[in-house]
């Protein structure tokens, strides 16, 4: 069991020695999850050592148990970074601002934005303590430097290399050299940063003399001189570097060295980066990585078909974390220039006349199904060189609807159309592909995408049904924060409608939830309430009432929760024993008792114990039983006092 202090000592020990290590997972291309210079933590005493605060032993008789603190880390660790913030912010409430344990807490604040990927809230947070705390007072010197080196790797994050190098400059110089660990933190802080100003031979120069003083060459650290040296032109080095490692990011930057050395053996690369590529247990990233050393393979190779294919791939993967490190990527307007290359070769083989609209549109057609990278090329030429709107809107539409068909095809189009000033306005993209990139937009969590798409269709396609339009428009209102809108199209799209089929329905259903998550639980039911229950099937209103229950309980109207989790149980199944009604039952039978209904409650969970079959919920329901008698007990006790 994790204890508070040992992590409040975080906090406490001003002057014991810091046990911190480089750890083998600080380099700047680890997980996006983590933070840049430290591993999610494990437990309090890691978190100190590879945090770099300062740390200390407890022992058990000092100790202040707290069990939340492993949960926190479980809950970051599966991804529930949200959940985690939440309580720590609940927690830190109950302890004196710049505490020990306060700044416990704290350093788990700034730790779970970093794996929310937070970089910005980090700086405002850094920004506001350190203006706030009385310097040897409320905050000491080294607590105010692990927040200051929190600020430099959030800089760095964010691409602000020049504030971040300066920081760490400053951490540096301060420090002195007395902390040999400290030292070498922001000498490493100081490394990324001349990388990410594209001071190649700096970070070179840095990362030598640092393995002169350390003697620390571990995998991390060769893959980390192996960009200084492609950044400055010296790949040949990198193959001989990385020979040994068989991580598919090394293999990736030594295959990527093997081309920028050797471009006339491009061919014979691309067999070995295809293979690696077949690899079934490649993670997106690990895909984007061997597709970047592809493109550059293929533009040595001068297969421009290739190298657009992969361009696109390339953007279709633009959202996932870059292995190699963001200096090792592309943009929209290479494609663009790959396409419109690929186009003006394929007009002088088909010996087309620049303007002959009708002639390059049928060459396209007739060619778009056995070679569609071509075919894209030849819609970008007659996008760019018509002078006819109307046939440079079809130029548009053929491209954007060809990418549409593919396998990440919308980011594709997102890239080009709404990330590059190459295509012009939002105008020049189909009606129907602004439509299905409201869709996409809304599914990767990109709400400002999703407006502007929304801001551009005042109207629903043709052949679009008007209602399946209004939830997407009502639903990205409510993420954008507009509320109300939100729930005025809510209410409106159920006016005129005679019939309500179950995707209609669901649709709604979603946007209701969307309510419900942002705590606006009075709207969601009123909305609820708007749908005519009484003429829907068991299985659909269980969920609804189910739904609304939850509702209640949030807005502490336990007795009607406790009313709609019953007939949540029963509809179906008169009985209420299936697995679904049971865990009804179990949750009206806690309404009951919030309410102080401890009568209803006693029989409702009685009830339940004599069905349930698993033993654990059987525990539970009777240490709810017992709580219960306490309860009752208690105010009995009250009661006689008075």
Not at 244 to 254: F, M, P, T, V
Not at 364 to 373: G, L, N, R, T
Request: a negative charge; glycine letters at 4%; charged letters at 25%.
């Amino acid at each position: 069991m994790l204890c508070l202090a040992a992590y409040a000592n975080i906090a406490q020990a001003q002057q014991q020695q810091q046990t911190s290590r480089p750890s083998s997972t600080e380099t700047a291309q680890q997980a996006p999850r983590q933070t840049a210079e430290k591993p999610a933590p494990q437990s309090a005493q890691q978190t100190a050592e590879q945090t770099g605060a300062p740390t200390t032993n407890v022992s058990p008789e000092d100790s202040l148990s707290f069990k939340s603190i492993e949960q926190l880390n479980e809950l970051t660790r599966i991804g529930l970074s949200g959940l985690a913030m939440r309580m720590i912010r609940e927690q830190q409430k109950l302890y004196p601002k710049f505490s020990a344990d306060w700044y416990a807490f704290e350093f788990k604040h700034i730790e779970t934005l970093s794996a929310l990927e937070r970089w910005q809230d980090i700086i405002d947070r850094v920004d506001q303590i350190l203006a706030r705390a009385q310097p040897g007072q409320q905050i000491t010197p080294k607590i105010a430097n692990w927040f200051r080196t929190q600020r430099a790797i959030a800089q760095l994050k964010l691409g602000d290399a020049e504030q971040a190098l300066a920081e760490a400059r400053k951490l540096l110089w301060e420090g002195r050299g007395k902390d040999r660990d400290r030292t070498a933190f922001w000498r490493r802080l100081i490394i990324r940063a001349y990388l990410q100003m594209d001071l190649a031979e700096d970070a070179n120069k840095g990362l030598l003399k640092y393995r002169s003083d350390y003697g620390d060459y571990k995998s991390d650290w060769k893959l980390l001189q192996a960009e200084a040296l492609l950044r400055a032109k010296r790949p040949a080095e990198v193959v001989d570097l990385l020979a040994d490692e068989e991580s598919h990011k090394a293999r990736a930057l030594r295959l990527l060295a093997a081309v920028r050395s050797r471009p006339g053996y491009a061919a014979h690369y691309i067999k070995d980066i295809n293979a690696q590529l077949e690899d079934a247990g490649l993670t997106q990233p690990e895909q984007r990585a061997y597709f970047f050393v592809l493109y550059e393979a293929a533009l040595a190779k001068k297969d421009l078909v290739l190298a657009a294919e992969t361009a696109e791939q390339l953007l279709a993967l633009s959202r996932t974390y870059a292995v190699l490190g963001e200096n090792f990527k592309i943009n929209a307007d290479e494609l663009w220039r790959l396409y419109i290359e690929l186009g003006e070769r394929a007009g002088n083989q088909y010996s087309l006349l620049t303007g002959d609209d009708i002639a390059w549109y049928k060459r396209a057609s007739d060619i778009q199904k056995k070679e569609p990278v071509r075919a894209r090329g030849m819609y970008a030429v007659m996008a760019f060189t018509t002078v006819d709107e109307s046939k440079r809107q079809i130029a548009h539409k053929e491209l954007a609807d060809s990418l549409a068909e593919t396998d990440g095809g919308l980011e594709v189009v997102n890239q080009l159309y709404m990330q590059s000033d190459r295509a012009g306005s939002t105008e020049n993209l189909p009606v129907e592909v602004r439509y299905r990139l409201v869709d996409h937009a809304l599914s990767v969590g990109d709400i400002t995408l999703a407006a502007t798409m929304m801001a551009s269709l005042p109207e629903p396609p043709q052949g679009e049904a008007y209602f399946d339009w209004q939830m997407r428009k009502a639903r990205v209102l409510i993420l954008e924060g507009d509320y109300r809108q939100g729930e005025a199209v809510l209410r409106a799209s159920l006016q005129n409608i005679t019939e309500l089929n179950t995707d209609m329905i669901d649709r709604y259903l979603q946007v209701v939830f969307d309510l419900q998550t942002i705590k606006r639980h009075e709207q969601a039911l009123e909305l609820f309430d708007l749908l005519p229950i009484a003429a829907f099937d068991d299985k659909l209103k269980r969920e609804i009432y189910y739904w609304k229950a939850e509702s209640n309980y949030e807005l502490e109207s336990y007795d009607q929760a406790a009313l709609l989790y019953m007939k949540s149980a029963k509809a179906g199944d008169e009985t209420m024993t299936d697995l679904w009604a049971q865990s009804a039952r179990f949750k009206a039978s806690d309404a009951l008792l919030k309410a102080g209904l401890y009568d209803d409650a006693q029989y409702a969970y009685s009830e339940l114990l004599k069905i349930t079959s698993s033993d654990s919920r059987k525990r539970l329901i009777r240490q709810k039983l017992q709580h219960l008698q306490l309860l009752r007990s208690s105010e009995t006790s009250g009661t006689e006092q008075g």
